[in-house]
């Protein structure tokens, strides 16, 4: 079985192999380059001074100059992110849906079946062949992609948690490929044809995502609230720092908000040419301060396991259906003759 299991796969493994040997041989030029510019342009120490200063800081006309020259040189990365965010889903699209779909659909897993092997024992060779060699694959990609993004999240931190870098990165690949196959293996014991099999895995998939990106990150765990006066305030949450700032605004004295999506601070004592009070333009009165709601930076790799954990548990519940399913399916097929009978014109049934 294993061995026939090979033979019915080696072409894709083949093909995937090779694909990840150019995308890993690309990774690798591309981030040595990335670092060997990085160190170039000065920008660790201009890093460093980030690290050092509290609050937003004033990196000046040098690191601000460097930092632009290094984004504009790599900007091309914003579009190779497009096929790292949609690698898991080819992988699902290739490997997942066609595992089962394409044997019912042509009708090869009765000859199997013929040869004293159970349906269970079938459904967890192709299962446990598959997906060792899937999660090896997407360990290696989500490591090697944060591997080669680090001279960016260095330089701009909050990037980590935006919903492009953060989906491309780290060990959250892991769970979106395992998911992806899983679900493609699903679809095709509900829906034995490729094409049907695929439509369901692009969509689900697609759909998991993204409820699971806009709805859900935020609230993995409870966001933190920070306020500090508008004058002379100090210690606000900095995205530039990595922190994930979630919604913040202006609040007078009761709480109430008067200027949602702006921040004021102003130095100590300073008040405008006019004598007004500082934020006195947007109606900020007396004893107003500044809140903002974030998730703070140190939880970047907590959000990754959890978000992680999410896909891999729904991809267990999946493989758990598809082989229950594959067992009550092959009970109803398993009574269908495997040759017509002769004389009979009409073809063999499949599926």
Not at 119 to 137: E, F, M, Q, S
Not at 178 to 189: E, K, Q, R
Request: with cysteine.
């Amino acid at each position: 079985m294993i061995w026939l299991t090979w033979r019915q796969h080696r072409r894709e493994a083949l093909f995937t192999l090779a694909g990840l040997a150019v995308l890993g041989t690309l990774m690798a030029v591309t981030g040595l380059a990335m670092r060997r510019t990085f160190d170039d342009y000065g920008l660790p120490a201009c890093v460093k001074r980030v690290r050092d200063t509290s609050g937003v800081p004033d990196l000046g006309d040098t690191c601000n100059q460097a930092f632009n020259r290094f984004y504009d040189q790599y900007d091309i990365l914003n579009l190779a992110g497009v096929l790292f965010l949609v690698l898991p889903l080819i992988v699902g699209l290739f490997w997942g849906a066609p595992l089962i779909a394409r044997e019912v659909e042509q009708g090869t897993h009765r000859l199997v079946w013929t040869q004293g092997i159970s349906r269970r024992r079938w459904a967890l060779v192709k299962v446990g062949l598959i997906a060792p060699a899937v999660l090896l694959a997407a360990v290696g990609y989500g490591l090697g992609v944060s591997w080669l993004m680090s001279p960016l999240n260095q330089g701009w931190e909050q990037s980590r948690f935006d919903a492009f870098f953060f989906d491309m990165q780290g060990v959250a690949p892991v769970g979106y490929t395992l998911f992806a196959v899983a679900l493609g293996i699903f679809a095709g014991t509900v829906w034995p044809r490729m094409l049907p099999a695929m439509a369901v895995t692009l969509v689900g998939f697609i759909g998991v995502r993204v409820a699971v990106g806009v709805l859900g990150r935020r609230r993995y765990l409870p966001a933190e609230e920070l306020t500090f006066p508008i004058q002379g305030g100090t210690g606000m949450a900095d995205p530039f720092d990595g922190d994930w700032v979630l919604a913040n605004g202006v609040r007078d004295a009761s709480g109430k908000m008067v200027a949602p999506n702006v921040q004021v601070n102003c130095p100590e004592g300073v008040t405008a040419p006019d004598g007004r009070e500082c934020g006195a333009d947007l109606g900020v009165g007396p004893d107003a301060y500044n809140w903002q709601l974030y998730q703070p930076a140190d939880r970047y790799w907590l959000f990754q396991a959890i978000e992680t954990g999410i896909f891999v548990a729904l991809a267990a519940l999946l493989i758990v259906l598809a082989v229950r399913r594959i067992r009550r399916r092959v009970c109803r097929d398993q009574h269908r003759p495997l040759l017509p009978d002769i004389g009979n014109s009409d073809p063999l049934p499949i599926g």
